[in-house]
């Protein structure tokens, strides 16, 4: 319950703007550095998952269909990176017909 309190005032401090705030429980512990890892390629996500639809039978057009979608995801999002991809980023606003 400590913990929960404690991030429930990290959230708070968040909401207003301030991110140096530090666990004041004893209990509670920062959380660890994260360690630098390689970015993902979204391209290879692709065609690793292509692959195996069409290993198992689907994808009778070896993806072609999929394809320009995919391209122009990439443009959209401007990297190949799937780490750095968000739903803010990805969302489009309400569409109105």
């Known amino acids: 319950m400590r913990?929960?309190?404690?991030?429930?005032?990290?959230?708070?401090?968040?909401?207003?703007?301030?991110?140096?705030?530090?666990?004041?429980?004893?209990?509670?512990?920062?959380?660890?550095?994260?360690?630098?890892?390689?970015?993902?390629?979204l391209s290879q996500l692709w065609i690793d998952y292509r692959n195996s639809r069409i290993q198992a039978g689907f994808l009778k057009d070896k993806g072609k269909r999929q394809e320009p979608v995919f391209r122009h995801l990439r443009t959209f999002l401007r990297h190949d990176d799937a780490r750095q991809v968000t739903k803010k980023d990805l969302w489009l606003g309400e569409i109105t017909c």
């Open 3 to 41: 913990a929960e309190i404690e991030a429930l005032k990290r959230t708070l401090e968040r909401d207003a703007g301030d991110y140096s705030g530090q666990p004041a429980d004893p209990i509670v512990k920062p959380p660890a550095q994260t360690v630098a890892v390689k970015p993902v390629s």
